[in-house]
């Protein structure tokens, strides 16, 4: 599975929107994108996940480059609960052997 | 209702000994994971079941030893504790399925102390 690169941590105010980068340029064409977060002491929670087109749900935006080679993750109204490690994760479907390989993910704190 | 439930919450135990923990999921999902996340906060898989059959084992000691009575449970049980094994184990579980749509849905996590 493709390595993604993202900042370390970033900050948004409160009901703002938080823009989320992720790199990743060696992925290859078969390979989705996904999101993850996880709030302190709890475990991880799927966000959203794409391949070329971009997608949103209840939760989130995806916005995946034309040549994807890097996406971002939209929280359009961050609230003071949405801070959390929010990792970007690039992996292939591989049915029942596909894992989820974890980074060290972004850091967002959102401030009242 | 939770969804993935895993018990204990807590196990604080000495080196040496054998502890097991818990996951249950009520998801109907066909495969369960086991995860850790070490005092550095990075998370890795260990072991993956689909139909109570082992598919993934990522390279885990031998004093790990998961078992999946049927597809809804997934417990791991730990031989000869050591301080090394002191971490957050995370269950989870995902039906998978065409597309890339295989969410995993995560339990609330089981924090192991060795002393």
Partial sequence: ?112 | DTAVSQTPKYLVTQMGNDKSIKCEQNLGHDTMYWYKQDSKKFLKIMFSYNNKELIINETVPNRFSPKSPDKAHLNLHINSLELGDSAVYFCASSQVSRGGRDEQYFGPGTRLTVT
Wanted: aromatic share 8%; glycine share 6%.
């Fill in chain 1, 1 to 112: 599975d493709a390595k993604t690169t993202q900042p370390t941590s970033m900050d948004c105010a409160e009901g703002r929107a938080a823009n989320l980068p992720c790199n990743h340029s060696t992925i290859s064409g078969n390979e989705y994108v996904y999101w993850y977060r996880q709030i302190h002491s709890q475990g991880p929670q799927y966000i959203i996940h794409g391949l070329k087109n971009n997608e949103t749900n209840e939760m989130a935006s995806l916005i995946i480059t034309e040549d994807r080679k890097s996406s971002t993750l939209i929280l359009p109204h961050a609230t003071l609960r949405d801070t959390a490690v929010y990792y970007c994760i690039v992996r292939r479907f591989t049915g029942a052997n596909s894992k989820l390989t974890f980074g060290k993910g972004i850091t967002l704190s959102v401030r009242p």
